[in-house]
């Protein structure tokens, strides 16, 4: 009889609050915008009015996605790295994986936000760099 290889347990609550994070690092704040906007009524209303950032004087939902993101990022580390050491693999190589993830997530960023189109004085510092910077030396600090 062969033996099952088992499954790592994944933490589903984590799991469903990077989902929901996520969905609104894509844009799920459109959805609802546009559900109060063809459904005009007190409850879309009050949503809609969560999906852009406040001026100084408070804390919309849409102000708490980036901490968020982090947070998730902060949590999960510790279960990817002991799911790499138990792979096997070296303190080096695993600094070797963070470093070029985040190389990669910085450019990609960049492209996101136009580097391709070459009006530099334009290019837009969206969430994602500082989020993978921040990520990626936390990570380096933690690890």
């Not at 929901?20 to 459904?39: E, P, R, Y």
């Not at 993830?101 to 990609?108: D, E, Q, S, Y």
């Not at 760099?129 to 690890?143: H, I, M, N, Q």
């Amino acid at each position: 009889m062969e033996k099952q290889k088992q499954q790592p347990q994944r933490l589903q609550s984590l799991d469903a609050l990077r989902g929901f994070d996520m969905l609104f690092i894509m844009g799920g704040a459109s959805l609802f915008v546009a559900l109060a906007t063809l459904f005009p009524n007190p409850f879309f209303q009050a949503i809609a009015g969560q999906m852009e950032h406040v001026e100084w004087n408070g804390l919309a939902h849409h102000d708490t996605i980036f901490p968020l993101f982090l947070f998730i990022a902060g949590i999960s580390f510790p279960f990817s790295l002991e799911k790499q050491r138990g792979k096997g693999m070296t303190e080096g190589a695993i600094y070797k994986k963070i470093v070029r993830r985040g190389i990669t997530l910085v450019f990609l960023g960049l492209v996101y936000n136009g580097l391709l189109s070459f009006e530099f004085d334009h290019l837009r510092c969206g969430c994602l760099r500082p989020c993978c910077l921040s990520v990626s030396v936390g990570k380096c600090v933690r690890g």
